[in-house]
């Protein structure tokens, strides 16, 4: 898709849609939460912005802008949350040289919220991804990856509940398959499950034995492929429980998000924002006193 059709500077052009059925609305009732959740995936440490000579990507980009950006929006509603979906190493040489330190002390200077695994952040192994995570004070969460024979036992999370404004918001993790993409003696004893199977059931305990308002899977399975390959799109239409799917490893950019049909007839939200930090994503959920969902998608590049 043209990134020119994308997003603009900052406010962005706004796509609004709807969850479970409901119209889309021009106001916001003075009786509506507002939860805004703010997002980013394959960002592959780039620290700098893109220089002037960089095309497509010419001043685009940059740790200090995106911080600029999401200090504004926190500003205006403090009930914002902050993910990623993955691939936050391997890119440039700050990843060479300290290994992802830079990454994840920049990410939680930010005050991320959580984040889920790309296969590239096992490129120093899990050994080197372990080693970096002192340096990062916000959670990772992966529902399919089985780390209990390795030394990351214990140091990731099935799931993550945030209650902002009252709100409960189910956050949980899917990666994709390593065998074949990432070599065996990086990702060592990582057991993959499956993800249909762990998304239906994480999302099931959100939903109705955690009683979350809103469930978030933070997805690194890519967003739509030609094969059978389980995708972003695949997962939204084989599962029940999930609101919205922040997807990576594919870096593709939508134009706005994406809404699909659950196997309960119910409308999933699906949102990707490219790589590199050049675009920060915001979705902006609404709910009324039965806590019915609405939801305002708008996409922000990072300049």
Known sequence: MKRKDFIHNTAAATAFLSLGGLSAFATKPALEKHITILHTNDVHSHIEPFGPEEGRNANLGGVARRATIIEKIRRENPNTLLLDAGDIFQGTPYFNFYGGELEFKLMSKLKYDAATIGNHDFDNGIDGLYAQLPHANFDFVISNY????????????????????????????????????????????????????????????????????????????????????????????????????????????????????????KDVLINQVGCYGLYLGRIDFYLDEKRNLKADGAGIAVS
Request: glycine share 10%.
């Open 146 to 265: 089985d780390f209990r024979n390795t030394i990351m036992d214990g140091q990731t999370r099935e799931y993550k509940i945030m209650i902002k404004d009252g709100v409960r918001i189910g956050i949980f993790g899917i990666g994709i398959q390593l065998q074949g993409l990432v070599n065996d003696r990086l990702f060592k004893e990582t057991k993959y499950l499956d993800p249909v199977e762990m998304a239906t059931e994480t999302s099931h305990k959100l939903k109705n034995e955690e009683n979350c308002d809103i469930v978030i899977c933070l997805s690194h399975l890519g967003y739509q492929y030609r094969g059978d390959e389980i995708s972003d799109v695949k997962l939204a239409q084989k599962t029940e429980n999930i609101d919205l799917i922040i997807g990576g490893h594919t870096h593709t950019f939508l134009d706005k998000p994406q809404t699909y049909k659950n196997k309960a007839g």
